[in-house]
């Protein structure tokens, strides 16, 4: 692979882990004005319409080179049997899609409606920068939960998950042995993205990953909607107030840095990818602290220390032996 995709690719991964970091401090700021749930089904609908977006122009662009290379047909050749393959293919188009896109996404759009929930609601109770690194801890659990589906585990793993827990534990353990609440939210979420990762690894060969990306935003977006209007008493004023943060976590963090992660991972070695996208949780702390005015105890730092090599080891060291698979099952979070 040239020297120069590679670090474009690599360019792509880290704008996309700044994007996400970042994000968890947009997340930390509509809570001030709106409901959790209210913040996801928004931000989801915005990523949905951004994806919309860039799907049609996709489509465009190869309708237009379709035509470009059919210029030279002759319209009795077009009519040939046309209308009746047309129907046809129109039926295989409609049946594949349900079966590939809608019931897959679904599935998917429940998970991330969990992960996402927890982890919003968890954020209004603990700070940005800590949501970031818990967060990141679903690139330790994505291989430890791989172990159940026959997947190979060498030291590296374990090695990774314990500094992970030990890190875990100067983050958020208190003196009492004691987790707090966001902690403890944010840390089930993690779950649920590693599940999510794992399922979204198994599906991306067999579907269009924008499409079904589409789908489960929309899900979750209208899950989110659905117990916002059950369970919150959020306002316009509130909407409004939250605007940025909202625009910022919907069409950036969930539509954007999504694409550029699709087109940077189809070139970026495994490795590189690990350690770049690990990195998604020191630039929430860095974005808690110069907009939030977050502050990090040296116990909480080694923490966050410790948790970053247990992420980064826990997938670079094994990927040499997990080639595209590993690739393919690499990372997606919001």
Not at 143 to 156: D, E, L, R, Y
Not at 221 to 237: H, K, P, Q, Y
Not at 302 to 311: D, N, R, S, W
């Amino acid at each position: 692979m040239p020297r120069s995709s590679t670090l474009r690719s690599d360019l792509l991964l880290l704008i996309t882990a700044v994007i996400w970091g970042f994000a968890f401090v947009a997340q930390r700021m509509g809570m001030d004005h709106i409901g959790p749930f209210l913040f996801n089904g928004i931000r989801f609908a915005l990523g949905a319409l951004t994806l919309v977006l860039v799907l049609r122009m996709r489509e465009w662009m190869k309708m237009r080179r379709g035509e470009e290379e059919n210029r030279g047909i002759g319209e009795e050749g077009k009519r040939g049997g046309g209308e009746e393959t047309t129907a046809s293919d129109q039926r295989l188009t409609t049946n594949d899609y349900r079966l590939k896109t809608i019931i897959p996404g679904l599935l998917l759009g429940l998970i991330l409606f969990a992960g996402a929930s927890f982890q919003q609601v968890g954020i209004v109770y603990t700070t940005a920068g800590n949501a970031g690194f818990i967060t990141g801890l679903y690139i330790i659990l994505v291989p430890i939960f791989g172990v159940f589906s026959g997947q190979k585990a060498g030291w590296n793993l374990w090695s990774g998950a314990l500094l992970g827990a030990i890190g875990l534990y100067l983050l958020s353990v208190t003196g009492d042995f004691g987790i707090s609440k966001g902690d403890l939210l944010v840390l089930l979420s993690a779950v649920f993205w590693a599940v999510h990762v794992l399922y979204t690894g198994w599906l991306a060969p067999r579907n269009s990953a924008i499409r079904l990306a589409i789908t489960q935003y929309t899900v979750c977006s209208v899950l989110s909607l659905f117990f916002a209007f059950i369970f919150e008493s959020n306002t316009f004023a509130g909407i409004y107030d939250a605007i940025y943060p909202i625009l910022y976590g919907g069409i950036l963090s969930v539509g954007i840095a999504y694409t550029l992660q699709i087109v940077a991972q189809k070139k970026a070695p495994p490795s590189h990818a690990a350690i770049i996208m690990s990195l998604e949780a020191v630039f929430a702390v860095i974005g808690g602290m110069i907009i939030l005015s977050e502050t990090m105890t040296e116990r909480k730092w080694i923490g966050c220390a410790l948790m970053l090599c247990g992420m980064i080891m826990a997938q670079v060291v094994g990927k040499r032996g997990r080639g595209e698979k590993g690739k393919r099952n690499a990372f997606l979070t919001f």
